[in-house]
Nanobody, 125 residues
Framework: VQLQASGGGLVQPGGSLRLSCVAS????????IGWFRQAPGKDREGVSSISTRDGTTEYREFVKGRFTISRDDAKNTVYLQMNSLKPEDTAVYYC???????????????????WGQGTLVTVSS
């Protein structure tokens, strides 16, 4: 099982980025996928998740209306479209595989068993 996250970079406030998470070694529709982030000196926090079984999406309040999670089954890839980025969105972003298909308690890192390597997002002018 592997997860490969990419798409991070430097962007100005108000800008956009799209993160990708390519999954291999398992069927994407068997497990929910979550995106987390970790800023320097802070705990890892859940950002969004998608139940690839039924398509249910979840977002933390601080990204609602700005971020959109989606999936492409043909490419076994989950995306995180990030718009209207703010300096406080600066962090390393990780994708992870949930232990189940529906992403119950999706915001808890302990319920994910495989993690991508992380991709750095820096929002700065």
């Amino acid at each position: 099982v592997q997860l490969q996250a990419s798409g991070g970079g430097l962007v100005q406030p108000g800008g956009s980025l799209r993160l990708s998470c390519v999954a291999s070694g398992f069927h994407l529709d068997d497990y929910a996928i979550g995106w987390f982030r970790q800023a320097p000196g802070k705990d890892r926090e859940g950002v969004s998740s998608i139940s690839t079984r039924d398509g249910t999406t979840e977002y933390r309040e601080f990204v609602k209306g700005r971020f959109t999670i989606s999936r492409d089954d043909a490419k076994n890839t989950v995306y995180l479209q990030m718009n209207s980025l703010k300096p406080e969105d600066t962090a390393v972003y990780y994708c992870a595989k949930h232990i189940g298909p529906y992403g119950s308690s999706w915001w808890l890192p302990a319920l994910y068993d495989y993690w991508g390597q992380g991709t750095l997002v820096t929002v700065s002018s």
